[in-house]
């Protein structure tokens, strides 16, 4: 078990910086992967970002996904192709499933981002990161976004997770971090000694805190000085 959350990321920071994974960027599931992915993002001097996952339910099903807008510039548009094919969905019928939720995608977005835009991850690492993952939807979801924004690699990071979901993520993803692999896989929170619910307000001051500390490290970096030739 993991004392908290931050622990966790700390731990998961260890094993990443074993990889020496080129120009990672990391990208938090909010809510609860953000504070896990404050910690890897320490370990590595990376950037942080959020990779903001919106579900779209099935007609009369809203817990059934036939897709999922992941945000971005544009979002993008997974579909789940066999539920789609179940409910005999045409093209028209999935773009109004779709508008129903964008604005909740942008709700969110504005609340966490603001009008600062995705980081590009073009030809660099993209570690995604989570609290722990039971089934996997969401993470899935993320990484088949991601692969059409060019990264060199797609690494998921995660504490916790049961065996079968993670062969599944490591037929998504190039890598796969776990720290734990319980044969019996219960509630997440069971992993946890302290699990409590995070906020928006926590989520946002979080990442203001990681840029600032950005900011910071930038200015204490020495400037190189040169000594004048002397012909």
Not at 91 to 96: C, N, P, S, Y
């Amino acid at each position: 078990m993991f004392r908290d959350r931050q622990e966790a990321g700390q731990k998961l920071g260890v094993e990443l910086e074993k990889l020496g994974l080129h120009q990672p960027v990391v990208l938090a599931l909010p809510r609860g992967g953000v504070p896990v992915a404050v910690e890897v993002a320490k370990a590595l001097k990376a950037p942080l970002d959020l990779i903001i996952v919106r579900k779209v339910g099935a007609p009369g099903n809203p817990e059934l996904a036939v897709a999922a807008i992941v945000d971005g510039n544009p979002p993008d548009i997974v579909l789940n192709r066999e539920i789609v094919e179940a409910y005999t969905l045409d093209d028209d019928g999935l773009r109004v499933l779709i508008a129903k939720e964008r604005p909740e995608l942008e709700r969110r977005r504005l609340v966490y981002r603001g009008e600062r835009p995705p980081l590009s991850i073009t030809g660099k690492t993209a570690i995604i990161v989570d609290d722990g993952v039971a089934t996997g939807t969401t993470m899935k979801v993320a990484i088949r976004a991601l692969k059409r924004r060019s990264p060199r690699e797609i690494v998921v990071a995660i504490p916790v997770a049961p065996p079968e979901t993670l062969a599944e993520l490591a037929q998504e993803a190039d890598r796969v971090v776990c720290l734990s692999q319980p044969a019996r896989f219960h509630a997440l929170g069971y992993h946890y000694h302290s699990f409590p619910q995070i906020t928006d307000d926590e989520v946002t001051e979080a990442l203001a805190e990681t840029r600032q500390e950005g900011r910071t490290a930038q200015r204490t970096v020495p400037r190189r000085t040169t000594t004048p030739r002397v012909a």
